[in-house]
């Protein structure tokens, strides 16, 4: 009923730069927040950034100062397209990026939804 798309990844050189695009759609009532991951080889996926409908954010620590989650409208709060921009990337940050959505539906069950993750290499 959710469908969540990413878009964006690439190879780029370390101190480079990328965006990622996550868009959802289907019978959204509400999206409550939105989150990127990632996972690299033969590690666990851990959260890189988060977004609220309200507009709050927050960082892993390894990413703070270099990685910008913002929304495509923040004067709706609406959530529908997430972008993260990704700045001085340096090799470690070498990973198939995934985007969550959660919140709820028109029919007022809540989703919790994953999309099929975009890879990023960061090499010279």
Same mark, same amino acid.
């Given at each position: 009923?959710?469908? +969540?798309?990413?878009? @964006?990844?690439?190879?780029?050189?370390?101190? $480079?730069?990328?965006?990622?695009?996550?868009?959802?759609? @289907?019978?959204?009532? +509400?999206?409550?927040?939105? $989150?990127?991951?990632?996972?690299?080889? @033969?590690?666990?996926?851990?959260? +890189?950034?988060?977004?609220?409908?309200? $507009?709050?954010?927050?960082?892993?620590?390894?990413?703070? $100062?270099?990685?910008?989650?913002?929304?495509?409208?923040?004067?709706?709060?609406?959530?529908?397209?997430?972008?993260?921009?990704?700045?001085?990337?340096?090799?470690?940050?070498?990973?198939?990026?995934?985007?969550?959505?959660? @919140?709820?539906?028109?029919?007022?069950?809540?989703?919790?939804?994953?999309?099929?993750?975009?890879?990023?290499? +960061?090499?010279?």
């Amino acid at each position: 009923q959710v469908h +969540v798309a990413e878009s @964006g990844g690439g190879l780029v050189q370390p101190g $480079g730069s990328l965006r990622l695009s996550c868009a959802a759609s @289907g019978n959204i009532y +509400v999206i409550n927040a939105v $989150g990127w991951y990632r996972q690299a080889p @033969g590690q666990q996926r851990e959260l +890189v950034a988060v977004i609220t409908a309200g $507009g709050s954010t927050n960082y892993a620590d390894s990413v703070k $100062g270099r990685f910008t989650i913002s929304n495509d409208n923040p004067l709706n709060n609406r959530l529908n397209t997430v972008y993260l921009q990704m700045n001085s990337l340096k090799p470690q940050d070498t990973a198939v990026y995934y985007c969550n959505a959660r @919140g709820g539906l028109s029919n007022l069950q809540t989703f919790d939804s994953w999309g099929q993750g975009t890879q990023v290499t +960061v090499s010279s």
